[in-house]
């Protein structure tokens, strides 16, 4: 059983950064693709980015430019550099295989864009 954990979410003003990152226990981490997903306040959780076992990368439109996914499969982990952040980006942020597998979601971490 995988478990996944992020972390990095905070509050930030418009215009900032920030630095997400989800550790993977258990050593078949490196051979699925992963993504970023978020879930804002009463909308459906939507699918941000995702990154193969091999380093390929896809983005939504509406993060295109501006969010980096990656993956260090040394350390089970995956990250998603987000820049020039906007409001519509204030969400609770998850990472899973993709497509999700439902026991792999962790409790998420909460980014805030605010002034």
């Known amino acids: 059983q995988v478990q996944l954990v992020e972390s990095g979410g905070g509050l930030v003003q418009p215009g900032g950064s920030l630095r997400l990152s989800c550790a993977a226990s258990?050593?078949?981490?490196?051979?699925?693709?992963m993504g970023w997903y978020r879930q804002a306040p009463g909308k459906q959780r939507e699918l941000v980015a995702t990154?193969?076992?091999?380093?390929?990368?896809n983005y939504a439109d509406s993060v295109k430019g501006r969010f980096t996914i990656s993956r260090d499969n040394g350390k089970n982990t995956v990250y998603l550099q987000m820049n020039s952040l906007k409001p519509d980006d204030t969400a609770l942020y998850y990472c899973?295989?993709?497509?999700?597998?439902?026991?792999?979601w962790g409790q998420g971490t909460q980014v805030t864009v605010s002034s």
């Open positions: 258990g050593s078949i981490f490196s051979i699925y693709a």
């Open positions: 899973n295989k993709q497509p999700p597998i439902a026991p792999w």
């Open positions: 990154v193969t076992h091999g380093g390929t990368t």
